[in-house]
């Protein structure tokens, strides 16, 4: 019997942040709901909110990493904010590299007829559950090579 994956995947940004979630299985990832950023406490209210709802054992956040692969500015106050929040919800923290999710999000959504230059928080979703995905295909992989070890 497989293990419930019950995980939030997030795209931090200065306004906003965009949140997904996945089935139980683990298998995909969907965006949930889109997170504007008001001061720190008002922000963890509105995610233990979806943490217990969803029953979320883990975030998955998207780390900016710099095109050249170095950690910014930016990416440091993501680890900031993501460490925080993580503390503050009392939940384990996993990073997924999340460059150009958003330029693929957006992408995504176009070819969906989705896409809106005044809807940035579907963009964020959608980020999200890409950054999600990524994760749940890692660990999905990771796995498939500790069984093919053990054969």
């Not at 419930?4 to 089935?23: F, N, S």
């Not at 720190?40 to 998207?62: N, P, T, Y």
């Not at 930016?74 to 993501?82: F, P, R, S």
């Not at 959608?126 to 054969?151: G, K, P």
Request: net charge positive; hydrophobic share 40%.
């Amino acid at each position: 019997m497989r293990e419930k994956i019950a995980a939030l995947g997030l795209d931090v940004g200065k306004k906003r942040v965009g949140v997904a979630g996945c089935d139980g299985l683990g298998l995909i990832a969907t965006g949930l709901t889109t997170i504007e950023r008001t001061h720190f406490i008002a922000d963890v209210e509105k995610f233990k909110q979806l943490v217990e709802e969803r029953d979320i054992k883990v975030l998955v956040v998207g780390l900016p990493y710099s095109m050249n692969g170095t950690l910014g500015s930016q990416a440091k106050q993501v680890q900031n904010y993501a460490t925080r929040l993580a503390k503050a919800l009392q939940l384990p923290l996993e990073y997924v590299d999340e460059r150009l999710t958003s330029y693929e999000a957006e992408e995504q959504l176009k070819a969906q007829k989705r896409f809106s230059t005044y809807n940035k928080g579907l963009v964020d979703r959608q980020a999200a559950a890409i950054i999600l995905q990524q994760w749940l295909d890692q660990r999905r992989s990771l796995r498939l090579i500790e069984l093919e070890d053990n054969l």
